[in-house]
Each structure stands twice: as C-alpha cells, then as structure tokens.
C-alpha cells in the first residue's frame, strides 16, 4: 500500500515525503507544480529512490486524484495542496477560497469513493487568529483574520464534519513557523516571486541579494520590543506527519494538534543568530509594525507528545545552518523550471 502527498513538491510536502519513505512507506507525490518545481520531485527521488511516483496534477481533480489512488495502491493521504500567501489571499480571496477548499474537497470525494479513512492535514496556528494567551493549546479561541486563514479554519470544519458522521479519520496539524531545510540541502524552502516570510527574507540580505531587512515593530511588549514566533524545523515537522499517520489507528475521528517547539524567538533574536550563522553581520532597519501581525505566539506542544509521542528535537541554531546550507546551495531555488523568479 501507499500514502498519497499532495503538494508533495511543496516546502513541507518534499520534507515529508522524504520521512514517510525512511518510514518504510512507499509514496506517491501529486503536485499541480503551480508553486513548486519538478526539480523539486527530481531532489526527493535523489534523496529516496529513483522510481518514487509523481503525478502532475489539482488536487481538487477527483477523477485525477482517484486514478492516482488506484494506479499507486493509496490507502492513507496527506494532505499539503493549498496556496499560502496571506498578502495575495486578501487580493484574491476566491480564487483562495475555491483552491484550498476545492483540493480537500477532490481529497475527500476520492478517499471516501474508495473508502480510504486515514488523513493528515496541513493546518496553521493561523487559526488561532490573533491569540490574547500564550502558550496556546488546541482548545484556545479560534477564528482568522484573513481569507488564507479563513481557508485552513473552514478546512478544518469540513473534515472535522465527515468525521464526526463516521466517515473520516483525520489529524489536524497546526503548524507553527517551520523554517530550516533538509541536512543535504538538496530541499528546502523556494518561495515564487519576493519572499514575505522572515528567514528567507534574512538569508537573502546575508547572501547579499537584498540590502537589509525590515524588522517589524521594535515596540511591542517583549524582552527585546520585536515580535515573537516558535519557529520549527521543516525535518521535525515531517517527522511530525509521520507520527500522526502512525497514530491515527489509537486516534479515530478528528484530532487537531499543534506542531512547535513551545519556544518563543523574537525577530531580533533571529537576525543576531542568524549572523553567527553566516559568519557576517546582517544589516537590518526596526521600522513600525506590519498590520495584522501577532505581538507573540508559541505554542503548547504537550498535545503532540500526548497523541503522536512527537516532540520537536532541533534548536534554532541547526534550523538556521540546515536553511543557510540550502540557500548557498540553490542561490536561485530549484533552477531550471522556474519562470517566475524576479530577474
Ligand atoms: C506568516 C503568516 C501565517 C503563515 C506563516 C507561515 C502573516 C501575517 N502570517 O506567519 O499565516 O502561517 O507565515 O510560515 O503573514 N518579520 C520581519 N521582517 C520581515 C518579515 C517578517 O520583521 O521582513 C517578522 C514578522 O513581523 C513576524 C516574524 O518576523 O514577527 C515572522 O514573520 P513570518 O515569517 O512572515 O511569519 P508569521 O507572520 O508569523
């Protein structure tokens, strides 16, 4: 049998997608390719066997999605497809709305036509809107203050509703701020066009392809005034779905589970490690605070250790070496396929 990864050519999906095959699981990727690379299909064949099945295609393709199923054998998926931008998800929230629910309702036609039970879904803390209280745990206030977030909290009830009526068993995993890359650096992060994301942006002034960075807000109520996050390994955060695919079968029903390290960095915290990293000073600018953006928020982790026996390992540190390691690799992301990159 196999387990199906759409958006497996995406930043976590290739990550993951390289864990669930060092599981033991033969895997099969379903990507449209419209935010990500087929280098990308090509660097996790290189890092797990030449012959690992991609199928180019909209998750949101029944008919695609139940051939692939068929054809590879599927009888447990993992669910990434979806676009991510915030900042374009308020510019174009229907297409938002109509892409991201659109695949999990292609995901689930499928599965249920063929009675395959077992999902794992690709969630946000941005559900949590912007939280009053940190630590936050899964049973904190929900609710979202953009269509993106709006997308995954919808998500979320829909697959919590075909669960609850029997139909579905389903992790709900709410990430945190993965970062960091797989230790070849032959995958990682390869964001389209300017990137919005606070690591790769950093990475991009330390390799001297952007001048500085914007530190937004230097006045918020935290030991430094700049803004803080709980930021996650990509490779721990793989490990994680691997865990909750295994924990499904002791876990029936619909379970949501926050993905972090329960740490919180602030902005600038980040910037100064990130330059011992690189071994140079980053030249970075505190300017006023980006709107919409969380004073500070981490996570309460202790769910996932409860129900996937999952902890995150991997400190900031090797978070930064392993995204930096990648960036000097693929100076340009995954070169080749790509028309959309800046010039
Ligand atoms: C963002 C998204 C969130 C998404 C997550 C994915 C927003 C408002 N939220 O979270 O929905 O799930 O990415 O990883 O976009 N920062 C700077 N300068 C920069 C860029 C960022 O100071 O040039 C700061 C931000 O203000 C923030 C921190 O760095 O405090 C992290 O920012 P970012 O990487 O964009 O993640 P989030 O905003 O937490």
């Known amino acids: 049998m196999a387990v199906l990864v759409t958006g497996g050519a995406g930043y ?12 033991g699981r033969r895997v099969v990727l379903l990507d449209d390719l419209s935010n990500a690379s087929s280098a990308a299909v090509d660097a996790v064949r290189g890092l797990t066997t030449p012959d690992l099945a991609f199928v180019e295609g909209d998750a949101a393709d029944i008919d695609l999605v139940g051939r692939a199923m068929d054809e590879h054998g599927v009888d447990e998926v993992v669910h990434f497809a979806a676009s991510k931008s ?50 936050v745990t899964e049973s904190s206030p929900t609710g979202a203050v953009n269509p993106y977030g709006w997308t995954k909290l919808h998500g979320e009830q829909l697959l919590r509703a075909v669960a609850d009526a029997g139909g579905l068993d389903v992790m709900l995993l709410r990430y945190f701020n993965p970062i960091g890359a797989h230790p070849s650096g032959a995958i990682g992060e390869d964001p389209t066009g300017i990137p919005t994301n606070l690591v790769p942006i950093l990475l991009q002034v330390a390799s001297g392809r952007r001048e500085w960075l914007q530190v937004f807000g230097g006045d ?49 915290e980040v910037v100064a490690l990130a330059a011992e990293v690189v071994g140079h000073p980053i030249a970075h600018e505190v300017v006023g605070r980006r709107p919409g953006d969380a004073e500070r928020i981490w996570a309460d982790p202790s769910l996932a250790a409860e129900v ?13 070496e392993d995204h930096w390691r990648w960036c000097e690799a693929h100076p340009d992301g995954f070169v080749g396929a790509r028309a959309d990159l800046d010039p």
């Open 12 to 23: 976590i999906g290739s990550h993951t997608a390289v864990a669930l095959h060092e599981s």
């Open 86 to 135: 915030v900042e374009e998800s308020v510019r174009e929230p229907l297409a938002y709305f109509r892409n991201n629910l659109g695949s999990v309702l292609g995901v689930l036609a499928a599965m249920e036509a063929r009675e395959v039970r077992r999902l794992v879904f690709s969630s946000s803390c941005t559900v949590y809107g912007e939280p009053d209280d940190v630590p």
């Open 220 to 268: 918020y109520d935290t030991t430094d005034g700049s803004a803080v996050r709980d930021y996650l390994h990509v490779v721990d955060l793989a490990e994680a779905h691997v865990a909750a695919l295994d924990a499904l079968s002791a876990h029936p029903g619909a379970t949501a589970v926050n993905l972090g390290t329960g740490r919180g960095h602030s902005v600038l």
């Open 308 to 320: 996937l026996g999952w902890t995150a390992e991997r400190d900031l540190r090797t978070m930064l």
